[in-house]
């Protein structure tokens, strides 16, 4: 009797060791990682990611650099306005037919390319304020006697662009006080002064200080004072942005206002100009 419950003590023991070996342990809880989190990106996300675009073909203001980008006053100030509006910015040239439709049509958002408000472009776009105005100016041979006032010029022969706003402010204020000889363009009224063929001509400040820094301008210099008539001569140069991206013209109007006041924009301007253009 007690073999067989020594045997029967046996096989329970053996029975038990089997079971232990292929019972399968229960499944642990995972252990909570002690690895750090990715840190944050220091930098903050752009508020806008905004493409300009520039005809970059009237130098000083918009032109091509020698690396083939857009350079010049208005695109240093485009460059000034983006850093304040925390904007990502990228830069294109653009033929000056395609500026207002590609804006209109969301191939770019803003357009700097020397835009003169008028009612037509009031219209269409979305201005921005005004961030240039280059008035109106005479340049005539150095040494001219009549460097002061305009009514020096009466009875003198005044060059012209025919069918442009200057010669709208010259045909009001001198009338028939003066003899105006109409031109196609500007660089042939200006032709007309080398030739002493006029007396003077009457246009766009910065155009024709422009031309007289050139070896065939080296006659000439500007005389009297800036002419300024918002009726003839208009109220100046503003980017065009879409009507409803109102969000966009308030952050750039905002940064044109502090570049002005805290004299980041007089800088600008003397990198290319002698004299104000706002």
């Not at 089997?18 to 944050?40: E, G, H, I, L, Y």
């Not at 109409?182 to 002064?193: C, G, Q």
Request: proline content about 7%; charged content about 30%.
């Amino acid at each position: 009797m007690r073999r067989l419950l020594v045997l029967a003590a046996l096989l329970i023991a053996a029975t038990g060791a089997a079971f232990a070996q292929t019972a399968k342990p229960a499944p642990r809880a995972p252990v909570p990682s002690t690895k750090p989190a990715a840190p944050k990106s220091p930098f903050t996300p752009a508020a806008f990611k905004i493409t300009i675009a520039t005809e970059a073909a009237y130098p000083p203001f918009n032109y091509l650099d020698r690396k083939g980008l857009p350079a010049g006053f208005e695109m240093d100030i485009a460059e000034e306005a983006c850093i304040r509006m925390k904007a990502e910015c990228e830069f294109v040239a653009v033929k000056w037919d395609e500026l207002v439709p590609g804006v209109l049509d969301k191939k770019f958002d803003i357009v700097m390319s020397s835009l003169e408000v008028t009612p037509e472009r009031r219209r269409r776009l979305g201005l921005s304020r005004r961030y240039y105005l280059s008035p109106g100016a005479f340049i005539a041979k150095k040494g001219a006697p009549y460097d002061g006032p305009p009514s020096l010029l009466r009875n003198k022969k005044i060059a012209i662009q025919k069918d442009s706003m200057h010669a709208d402010w010259a045909d009001k204020s001198f009338r028939r006080s003066a003899q105006l000889k109409r031109y196609a363009t500007v660089d042939e009224a200006l032709k007309a002064l080398a030739a002493d063929e006029v007396d003077a001509v009457f246009g766009d400040k910065a155009q024709l200080w422009l031309w007289s820094q050139k070896p065939d301008g080296h006659c000439c210099e500007l005389i009297g004072q800036d002419v300024k008539d918002t009726q003839t001569l208009g109220i100046g140069v503003s980017a065009g942005l879409r009507r409803e991206d109102i969000k966009l013209r308030e952050a750039f109007n905002k940064a044109i206002g502090e570049m002005m006041s805290d004299g980041t924009y007089k800088k600008l301007n003397e990198k290319y100009f002698p004299f104000p253009l706002n």
